[in-house]
Nanobody
């Protein structure tokens, strides 16, 4: 089992920045790829970004590429999502998820999920 707890969400104006954190406990953190997903009210859960177990590979959705950066610190068992140039359409509940080793952009591939943190971007 891997337990995931997100933090860092909040209210920010358009053009601003936030950094989300996801702290993991349980199994060996460095054995897991981590992903960030988001879900806005009335919409399907959407892939945002993912990072491999080593941090050597990352992938982003087209909607956030160039604005968001995913990173991880295996010594702190934490994955981060730096979000810059935020837009109102980025408003959603952001959740992190874990799966063994290989990153994926599909939420169906992730077995472990956090509860999520709300991000609200005002115009």
């Amino acid at each position: 089992q891997v337990q995931l707890v997100e933090s860092g969400g909040g209210l920010v104006q358009a053009g601003g920045s936030l950094r989300l954190s996801c702290a993991a406990s349980g199994r060996t953190f460095s054995n897991y790829a981590l992903g960030w997903f988001r879900q806005a009210p009335g919409k399907e859960r959407e892939f945002v970004a993912a990072i491999s177990w080593s941090g050597g590979s990352t992938v982003y959705s087209d909607s956030v590429k160039g604005r968001f950066t995913i990173s991880r610190d295996n010594a702190k068992n934490t994955v981060y999502l730096q979000m810059n140039s935020l837009k109102p359409e980025d408003t959603a509940v952001y959740s992190c998820a874990a799966r063994p080793f290989v990153l994926s952009g599909s939420n169906h591939d992730y077995a472990y999920w956090g509860q999520g943190t709300q991000v609200t971007v005002s115009s």
